[in-house]
């Protein structure tokens, strides 16, 4: 190597290093003082990223165990509040004894009578007043399906304790019956049934089995202007059968067509096969139907959807029609119809083929009574003003703190389930801080080593650059200075 003076390449090499051993002694010395092995996404980019969502986990695991532990306060909470209710029941049961036996007037049975109301109005004041954080307890409030989507939470209630939303492993829910007199109490029930009134303009339909029954008997002469009047099917009726059958004379039985209101044909033959009194339609398809009983105003004939083999079926203005037998011309076969449920009124009439006539035919329909049924309970507390009542009490009162105990039985399986989950949460962020720690923390140890390294390397290098900045001065032993 020559002896230069303007360029210092020694130096350079020296300073050079210097740098790289001073930025690995800047490194160890911001380890050892945060104790974290990294500090930035260029220590480890992916260790980085797997810490993050370690530490993400570590503190829902962490709240998770708060909620369950508030859990258990709610739960604490509320058995708290059915250990009285306990002391009341036991109360009524001895005072329901009391009244129960002979030696009492009616008097006095009702004297006993009012403390035991007044134990029952204490257990309803109890239920619709135990709250935890606003949050009823007792009263119902949290039974039922679980509801989370508006600002107030109904239903059963959901205590989240996972990292995620997988009901398999991240929360459960705790449910709480009514613990009100009229829920714990067994109730007196009888149903009542309702029988809609609807106007059905059918002569001689009767009720008979849940279902209204309908029959005639009619003719149609041999004449243009033949037709029976249309009856009407109300809205209402739910699973129709129209079956006709029982036809006589003529060389073509007549069949059932059947209208919607509005003048759409759903079942049938057309007004250009059939023979209909004149003033139904003017007898042209698509016209305006000018006069019958059933249609609506400026109903319009349609014959779109007309449906005649059997199989068949049109659905039209929410009710389904369907051939059961179709439409054929052999006076022995009937010709059948259902429909499900009618949401606009039908209407149906009888026609046969031009100019063709029927001596006789048959005519029946069925179909369900609409009813409603309604349950009628009576009060679940018992009275004790006789001694017969009181003695029936005593049943009631054993049913109630029955049902009370299955509730508290579930509140203390709910509490113990809490506290093993606990446990687990604990564990689990246990197991996953020291798995974060081996990837983030700093082996001091080690680091120390490196440290002292890096230390030494730094003066190594100091001393060598001020050594090797001074060499270039050996140039002016040369020149004589």
């Not at 009631?396 to 389930?417: E, F, P, T, V, Y």
């Amino acid at each position: 190597m020559s002896l230069v003076v303007n360029t210092n390449i020694m130096a350079a090499n020296v300073a050079r290093n210097l740098n790289v051993h001073y930025g690995n002694l800047a490194q160890s010395t911001q380890r050892l003082s945060t104790g974290l092995r990294i500090n930035s996404a260029a220590d480890d980019a992916a260790g980085l990223a797997l810490r993050e969502l370690q530490r993400a986990d570590i503190a829902a695991l962490q709240q998770g165990a708060r909620n369950a532990n508030d859990a258990i306060s709610l739960i604490q909470t509320a058995d708290a509040a059915l250990a009285i209710i306990d002391e009341k029941l036991i109360r009524m049961k001895e005072l329901a004894e009391q009244a129960a036996t002979g030696t009492y007037d009616s008097t006095q049975r009702l004297m006993i009578s009012s403390e035991f109301k007044a134990m029952a109005a204490e257990i309803d004041r109890i239920a619709n007043a135990t709250d935890f954080n606003g949050i009823h307890l007792l009263n119902g409030n949290l039974k039922g399906q679980h509801d989370g989507a508006s600002l107030a939470a109904s239903g059963r209630m959901k205590v989240h304790f996972g990292t995620g939303n997988d009901a398999a492993e991240d929360y459960y829910y705790i449910e709480i019956q009514d613990c009100s007199c009229a829920s714990i109490f067994p109730s007196d029930e009888r149903n009542i049934t309702h029988y809609s009134h609807i106007d059905i303009d059918w002569p001689g339909a009767t009720i008979e089995d849940g279902k209204y029954h309908f029959s005639v008997t009619g003719k149609i002469a041999n004449d243009w202007a033949m037709g029976l009047d249309a009856y009407v099917i109300p809205s209402g009726l739910k699973n129709i059968t129209i079956t006709s059958s029982g036809y006589t004379g003529g060389a073509h039985k007549p069949h059932v067509n059947l209208f919607s209101e509005d003048g759409t044909q759903l079942t049938g033959y057309s007004p250009d096969n059939l023979s209909y009194r004149a003033d139904w339609w003017n007898g042209m398809a698509g016209a305006e139907i000018v006069q019958g009983e059933g249609f609506a105003a400026h109903a319009v004939y349609d014959g779109s959807r007309i449906v005649t083999q059997a199989g068949q079926s049109v659905t039209y203005g929410g009710l389904t029609v369907t051939m059961i037998t179709g439409i054929n011309e052999t006076f022995t076969d009937q010709e059948i119809i259902t429909i499900d449920e009618v949401q606009d009124s039908l209407v149906f009439l009888i026609g046969g083929h031009a100019n063709d006539y029927c001596n006789k035919y048959d005519l029946s329909i069925t179909c369900e009574v609409p009813v409603s049924n309604e349950v009628q309970y009576t009060s679940g507390i018992p009275s004790i003003t006789t001694q017969e009542d009181a003695q029936k009490a005593l049943e009631k009162i054993d049913i109630a703190i029955a049902s009370k105990d299955a509730i508290r039985a579930h509140l203390g399986a709910q509490q113990n389930r809490l506290e093993n989950t606990i446990s687990n949460l604990t564990t689990q962020a246990e197991n996953l801080q020291a798995a974060e720690s081996r990837i983030s923390d700093v082996d001091v140890a080690t680091e120390m080593t490196q440290f002292v390294r890096n230390q030494i390397l730094t003066q190594s290098a100091v001393a060598m650059l001020s050594q090797a900045n001074s060499l270039p001065q050996m140039a002016m032993q040369l020149l004589g200075g």
